[in-house]
């Protein structure tokens, strides 16, 4: 059972608009939250984090928005760049004693389209 | 940010070969992991450490081994490949200096049984 869920594979946008991934969780133990980058052939690269006591956390470009009542977060890319084309993970992960663990979501596919 | 490597970057081997993917990292962190991946797929954990002479199984069973005599490197062997093992395999490292544990990603090992 996936406690961590993208539910959208692939999301194609023009080159300058805002592109928006979404996650869902379903445990209610995971407090904080992270989004990676993915090239093919690549290892993830870290992008943004986001703790439980948040609903927003913003680094350049790159905003992830936290709703815990819905168990929902996105991360918003704005303005899209050619080079954000990428598979993007979410995970989670629970700041319990002695865990350390994350949760990956399947990955959602970003074109940005020149 | 980790600096994190692993060798080899691609490998090709037959059935029954005995194989070893090596995975160093110059930060100091005491966790490491071995995550296994699949197109399409979220990271599955196989194996981590929270320091030298700790090493537990993850979610995901796996048939290799690995271990941790120093703290920079959590090599991971294969002792009898499968076409099944085929794969990306990616290492990490995490730091959790702030309170948070965020994982690092070294490059990744594209394994090809035949």
């Known amino acids: 059972d996936q406690q961590v869920k993208q539910n959208s594979p692939s999301l194609s946008v023009q080159e300058g608009r805002i592109s928006i991934l979404n996650c869902d969780y379903t445990n209610s133990m995971f407090d904080y939250f992270l989004w990676y980058k993915k090239y093919p052939a690549e290892g993830p690269t870290f992008l943004i984090s986001i703790s439980s006591i948040k609903d927003k956390n913003e680094d350049g470009r790159f905003t992830v928005f936290l709703n815990k009542s819905a168990k929902h977060l996105s991360l918003h890319i704005v303005p899209s760049q050619p080079g954000d084309s990428a598979v993007y993970f979410c995970a989670a992960g629970y700041s319990g004693a002695g865990s350390y663990q994350l949760t990956f979501g399947k990955g959602t596919k970003l074109s940005v389209i020149p | 940010e980790a600096d994190i490597y692993q060798t080899p970057r691609y490998l090709v081997i037959g059935t029954g070969k005995k194989i070893t993917l090596e995975c160093s990292q110059t930060m100091g962190h005491d966790k490491m992991y071995w995550y296994q991946q699949d197109p399409g797929m979220e990271l599955h954990l196989i194996h981590y450490?929270?320091?030298?002479?700790?090493?537990e199984k993850g979610d995901l069973s796996s048939e290799s081994t690995v271990s941790r005599i120093r703290t920079e490197h959590f090599p991971l062997t294969l002792e009898s490949a499968r076409p099944s093992h085929t794969s990306q395999y990616l290492c990490?490292?995490?730091?959790?200096?702030?309170?948070?544990?965020?994982?690092?990603f070294g490059p990744g090992t594209r394994l090809l049984v035949l």
């Open positions: 450490s929270y320091g030298v002479n700790s090493t």
């Open positions: 990490a490292s995490s730091d959790s200096t702030r309170g948070r544990e965020t994982q690092y």
